[in-house]
């Protein structure tokens, strides 16, 4: 199997019936030995089903993640553990206020 080219393959399929018909292009992927449970666990569909589906749901989900990553970071940089005894505020304008000395009116 030509790794490389199965994943530029699969990263250049518009639909997933082109992913199926890559796949069953691959010996190697109809073999079951060769495929293990995401994150080593059977039970695990919280996780793949949390991906959005269409563009403007993934859009606005990565968009949220983006603004927990700057959060977590500031946290962090002022030294507090987010799953600590003492966590940042929980309401995200207060800690966009807290942290980076944003407000709303500075926008």
């Given at each position: 199997?030509?790794?490389?080219?199965?994943?530029?393959?699969l990263?250049?399929?518009?639909?997933?019936l082109?992913?199926?018909?890559?796949?069953?292009?691959?010996?190697?992927?109809?073999?079951s030995?060769?495929?293990?449970?995401?994150?080593?666990?059977?039970?695990?569909?919280?996780?793949?089903?949390?991906q959005?589906s269409?563009?403007?749901?993934?859009?606005?989900?990565?968009?949220?993640n983006?603004?927990d990553?700057?959060?977590?970071?500031?946290?962090?940089?002022?030294?507090?553990?987010?799953?600590?005894?003492?966590?940042?505020?929980?309401?995200?304008?207060?800690?966009?206020t807290?942290?980076?000395?944003?407000?709303?009116e500075?926008?």
């Amino acid at each position: 199997m030509d790794s490389k080219k199965v994943c530029l393959s699969l990263l250049a399929a518009e639909s997933e019936l082109e992913v199926e018909k890559i796949l069953a292009s691959v010996p190697e992927m109809q073999d079951s030995k060769n495929w293990k449970p995401l994150d080593g666990r059977e039970t695990n569909f919280n996780v793949t089903s949390n991906q959005a589906s269409d563009g403007g749901k993934a859009l606005t989900e990565l968009m949220t993640n983006m603004v927990d990553a700057v959060l977590l970071k500031h946290a962090y940089l002022k030294s507090i553990d987010p799953k600590g005894k003492k966590p940042p505020p929980p309401c995200i304008k207060r800690s966009t206020t807290s942290f980076i000395r944003c407000t709303a009116e500075s926008w």
